[in-house]
């Protein structure tokens, strides 16, 4: 889909996270389809979002982008573009904001060295970090280990624990992972204009789409649930 966009040129490029080397990862802008599936993947450290993304911006001869983040992130971009203040000239450049799923992010230098002292992983070595049920799978030197989620819950950061979006509601296309579809991308088309870029993109072979089942939209709201019930029992304890 953001391939899509970027031939027939309705952007001009794709504001990701691309990895850099292990869990470390920097922000770019994908130009090209190639540049898109070379940042694809799972990015689990901090990064300076916002202020690298101004000095992107205008950095770059660029004047209509797609943004991918997370939820928090997506947030903030969607109020800015609907009550602008002094960041016009940022905002206006925001074509399509894609928000992916979250649970949380680490508090980077904590989470690195737990996975250090705990399981005596080199991060610079880790090839693949995600999610699997109750667990963390982390592929390193062509082995995987699972680390349990109730491990790495104290490194989540405070920000994280009372935040109550899961899938990015301020965006206009939120993506994410099914436990029971692996290999697949669940979307969620939030205006006409997301709607229609979808299905322009299948109907062009840029996309295979499968109208999601029960199991899927179970799936989803049990996840976003939790976290909501989650930020409320953490704001709970700050009030």
Known sequence: ???????????????????????????????????????????????????????????????????????????????MKMFPLLETD????????????????????PFIEFLKLRYGLDPERVTYIGLEKNSIRIEYDHEQKLVPLREVLPYVQTGCLVCPDYTGVFSDISAGLSENYPGH???????????????????KGYLEIVKAGSDVVDEVETKARGKIVRAMRYMSMIL
């Open 90 to 109: 940022f905002v206006t450049k925001i074509y399509l904001i894609v928000s992916l799923f979250c649970i949380g992010t680490f508090a980077t230098e």
């Open 1 to 79: 889909m953001l391939g899509k966009n970027l031939d027939e040129e309705l952007i001009d490029g794709v504001v990701v996270a691309k990895r850099v080397k292990g869990l470390l990862a920097k922000l770019v802008v994908a130009k090209s389809n190639e540049e898109i599936l070379r940042a694809a993947g799972n990015r689990w450290s901090v990064l300076p979002y916002t202020t690298k993304l101004r000095e992107t911006l205008q950095s770059e001869s660029i004047n209509r982008v797609t943004i991918v983040g997370l939820p928090c992130q997506t947030q903030f971009l969607q109020q």
């Open 185 to 203: 991308t669940v979307l969620i088309a939030r205006n006409e204009k997301a709607m229609k870029l979808i299905n322009e993109a299948h109907e």
